[in-house]
């Protein structure tokens, strides 16, 4: 029987686009592969659909590929646009396109063209030939406010989620607040103000609204947009005067008065960071943006604008909104819970989600970035409380009328009330979001809940819809998949995926931990065994991990659970209440009870190993050698070169030994520097030169790498690393400017680097290269190297943010070494035989990913200045090796497979020769 061919709608042109990007990318990667057929299908920045490249969905943000970088203008301080910042007729041009016919309407010449590189353009009407179903993991408007469901009714296509009433509420939060009014339905306090009424008032009716609104919420107030989600554009005021009420309002319609002439104060590279913050859709206005005589479409534009102005200045986003709500400040426990119908269309809602952010705000950063935030499932409440707020949830469903699921927000006080302030028809679907997160505990894995949710929303576009009669025979056809698949005709191979840890980039290890399993899961071939790793230097354990505790996003919190394993009493009445979900979806049952396993034990339940770890014990060798003794296949490196690459000071030794362009460097020792911090701080500043590179020597996070500027600098900064207990200084990181809530590693060591820049290269550029091994017939080791990414830094280092939280950063893969095809070709090819050497020189197996500067001299002579060597790279959702092994025809999770395959190959040809 065919599979059903279900459409995942993401991108869009909204604020949230990156969000929706990242989690159609999740849909696609977990979709029950016996029983789906996922097509990917990009909405671009204008409403027109595209059957995207598969390459394409693995980019880490959709500027990695849309605009196509020939379209694109020169963007010199390394700025990003979307594409709604080109000028047509100027983008055409740069791509090649003849634009000299008058009639020719270049919009929409632009779209199609820039369509076309991508994938296969289609119109509306045509996509019934393409999918059965449709997937929406859109985001904010065109997305979840009703216009894509009605779009896709008219053409008799079903589609997941909620229908056209209850999804243009469901996006309006001053719509859905006025009808909560009605029925006083778990409200606080409300006003709101048009943009009309806001931008019409004088200074004096302005005042009046703030005087206005300081006596009615008691000096306490939120202001936010009514139709924007992930905190967009939001404002909590404590007492706040004048000046800034008129701010926050102006913010909430992304509209913002600037001081030119404090902006010519800040040096370059504030200047720099000051617009890129601003033109960023999330955290500031976005582009195009409205002056009060031109439209500003790229940050290059908005920074001569601001050069050239004078006196304060007004700035609107062309992307704005229209009604702004202001409303009381509530002091309780923030929370997040999923609804889900069942049987007869019955909402049930699972276990609510404490949100415990570390500022005030929980903000896109805090979302989507690991470990920036604490998710705590269900709420550390009374059950009597968690009851009364699922209760509450299901009135508000109801209310709705919501369908299929719904993620509803609220607070509750400390006196047990309930507010319910936004009920959303669609949720963010992020490996680790509540959506994924709350199904989990009631043992249903992201691969079964997506099935559970398009059955559920054919079974409700039936029901609902006059015509819906007509989706009876693609929901029997889907009972019939999932009936064959629960009975597999061969056995599937057994693969522990390692994750956790307890390195500085343990939080890291999950996210890529979690993509292997889901990737895993989801295919027809391997069973993945989710473990998690915890202890010391000295000493490690592996215990199983269940469910619910792998889809938290915090390696911390999962390791308290694992080692105190108390289930809230509330949990055992939610499982019950959705046992016969459970039972459809997931007939093995779900497993929430963790168990410490021996290596014997691993031995006995699987065949290989998928190392997930980040830092030590992963990438030391430590475990590497342990499995080995237990005849365990596993992916990458063996123990002896693991041992040497996870060392970055060795590494730089071995590789200048062996005639490799490293930088200068040299191993500052906590005890040398605390004897005279001042002497030799200015003793490294004059070997080295400033700026220099700071950085740990055994940690693989950009977070803790600095580029020193000053001797200053670089005393503060090697008094923070080498702190004797894990707060960090007040005074110092204020300095540093670093969040003295985020995590900084404490060291014994500190690796110092030249710092290598551009110097007489024609041009430089910093890029990330990776490679898959395999055993030959003949046992020799083939080493596949793949096209470099070029990483674009948003600032001097290239972030943690930028290499792991969806949207951020930009990957071009292959990377531009040059504009001539020849020379691009010549260069690449040199670059990655140097690589390769790279990787032979330390044995480095399976796979790798170096990073590297390149040099490129006016006479084509090329210089690939070794940065450092991962022997297990980060495997999140969109890490650009993925971007590298799909030009070579890999899917991610082929990629994955043939990774599994170099460690079973190997072990298998070692077993061989021993016994000759």
């Known amino acids: 029987m065919s599979k059903i061919r279900v459409g995942i709608f993401f991108g869009g042109s909204s604020r949230e686009r990156e969000v929706s990007f990242a989690g159609g990318r999740t849909v696609y990667d977990n979709l029950d592969k016996s029983l789906f057929e996922p097509i990917p299908l990009f909405v671009d920045s204008f409403g027109g659909i595209v059957k995207l490249q598969w390459e394409h969905v693995y980019k880490g943000s959709i500027r990695d590929f849309y605009p196509p970088a020939e379209f694109l203008p020169e963007l010199p301080h390394g700025f990003q646009i979307y594409a709604e910042s080109l000028v047509p007729e100027e983008a055409l041009v740069r791509a090649g396109f003849h634009v000299a016919d008058e009639t020719l309407d270049l919009t929409k010449e632009l779209r199609l063209r820039m369509n076309q590189k991508i994938g296969e353009p289609l119109n509306w009407e045509d996509l019934g030939n393409y999918i059965d179903l449709a997937f929406l993991a859109l985001h904010g408007t065109f997305g979840e406010d009703g216009s894509i469901q009605g779009i896709l009714e008219w053409h008799g296509i079903p589609y997941t989620g909620s229908g056209l009433l209850p999804s243009a509420m469901g996006i309006n939060k001053w719509i859905q607040k006025k009808f909560q009014q009605t029925q006083n339905l778990y409200i606080n306090e409300f006003e709101s103000i048009s943009y009309e009424e806001w931008t019409e008032s004088d200074t004096v009716e302005k005042h009046q609204w703030f005087q206005h609104f300081l006596q009615k919420f008691n000096h306490q107030f939120v202001v936010k947009p009514a139709n924007q989600g992930s905190s967009l554009g939001v404002s909590i005021l404590e007492d ?25 104060q800040k040096d370059f590279q504030e200047r720099i960071t000051y617009i890129k913050e601003l033109t960023d859709i ?162 249903l894995n992201p691969s079964q809940f997506l099935t559970f949710i398009v059955r559920q929303s054919l079974k409700t576009r039936i029901l609902s819809h006059p015509t819906g009669r007509k989706f009876t025979p693609l929901k029997e056809q889907l009972d019939v998949l999932l009936s064959q698949s629960q009975f597999p005709t061969e056995e599937k ?164 030994a062996s005639g490799f362009f490293v930088a200068d460097h040299m191993l500052l020792k906590k005890e040398a520097f605390l004897e005279n911090p001042i002497l030799v701080s200015g003793e490294i500043a004059e070997r080295f030169g400033l700026p220099l590179i700071a950085k740990p020597a ?37 300095r540093l400017k670093i969040n003295i809530h985020d995590e900084l590693p404490q060291k014994l060591e500190l690796l110092i680097e030249k710092f290598i820049d551009k110097g007489e290269a024609m041009h430089f550029l910093e890029v990330t290269g990776g490679m898959l091994t395999h055993v030959q017939e003949d046992g020799r080791i083939y080493y596949e190297v793949f096209e470099p990414s070029e990483s674009l830094a948003e600032s001097e280092i290239l972030s943690l943010e930028e290499k792991f939280l969806a949207g951020e950063g930009q990957n071009l893969t292959p990377a531009r070494f040059s504009k001539t095809p020849q020379l691009q070709k010549q260069i690449s090819q040199e670059v ?27 006479d084509n002579k090329v210089e690939t200045h070794i940065i450092e060597i991962n022997s297990l790279p980060g495997m999140t959702p969109a890490t650009c090796i993925y971007h590298q092994a799909a030009l070579n025809a890999y899917k991610p999770f082929d990629f994955i497979r043939e990774i599994l395959n170099f460690g079973r190959d190997k072990w298998q040809l070692e077993t061989q020769q021993a016994k000759a």
């Open 832 to 858: 990655r035989k140097t690589l390769e050497k790279v990787a032979k020189t330390l044995d480095v197996q399976g796979y790798c990913r170096i990073d590297a500067f390149v040099k490129i001299f006016p």
């Open 493 to 656: 191979r057994k693969i522990a995926v390692i994750m956790g840890g307890y390195s500085f980039e343990r939080h890291i290890s999950m996210e890529s931990g979690r993509n292997i399993y889901e990737k895993l899961s989801s295919s027809e071939e391997f069973e993945p065994v989710p473990i998690f790793l915890v202890g010391n230097r000295e000493n490690y354990e592996l215990y199983t991990l269940p469910l619910p505790y792998m889809l938290k996003d915090n390696a911390d919190d999962i390791r308290k659970k694992v080692l105190d394993p108390q289930n809230h009493e509330a949990l055992e009445i939610i499982r019950e209440e959705t046992a016969f979900i459970r039972d459809k979806y997931n007939p093995k049952g779900g497993d929430f009870s963790p168990e410490k396993w021996s290596l014997m034990d691993l031995k006995n339940h699987v065949e290989g190993v998928f190392i997930a770890l980040h830092g030590r014990p992963g990438e030391d060798g430590t475990l590497q050698r342990d499995l080995s003794q237990y005849g365990l296949y596993f992916n990458g490196s063996p123990s002896h070169s693991s041992a040497i690459t996870i060392d970055k000071f060795t590494t730089n030794q071995k590789l200048r």
């Open 240 to 264: 706040p005067g004048f000046e800034r009420f008129c701010d926050a309002i102006d913010l909430a319609f992304f509209k913002l008065r600037i001081d030119s002439d404090e902006y010519r």
């Open 282 to 443: 999330r955290s500031g206005l976005g582009l195009p943006l409205l002056t009060a005589t031109a439209i500003l479409h790229t940050p290059d534009a908005v920074m001569e604008f601001l050069e050239q102005s004078e006196g304060i200045v007004e700035l609107q986003a062309k992307d704005s909104e229209s009604r702004v709500l202001i409303e009381s400040k509530i002091t309780g426990k923030e929370f997040s819970c999923i609804v889900i119908e069942h049987h007869r269309g019955q909402p049930v809602a699972l276990p609510p989600t404490e949100i415990k952010k570390s500022g005030d705000l929980f903000d896109y950063r805090s979302k989507y970035l690991p470990g920036l935030s604490r998710k705590e499932t269900p709420m550390d409440v009374s059950t009597e409380t968690i009851l009364d707020i699922r209760n509450a949830c299901c009135e508000l469903y109801r209310f709705f009328g919501f369908e299929v699921y719904a993620r509803i927000d609220g607070f509750v006080t400390s006196e047990g009330e309930v507010f319910l302030n936004d009920p959303n028809t669609t949720s963010g679907m992020m490996p680790s979001s509540f959506f994924f997160h709350q199904a989990a505990e009631i043992g």
């Open 698 to 734: 055994d940690d693989g996070c950009s977070a803790a790498v600095r580029k020193v500027k000053t001797i200053e600098e670089l005393l503060d900064f090697a008094t923070l690393i080498f702190r004797d207990n894990t707060s960090l200084n007040v005074e110092i990181s204020q």
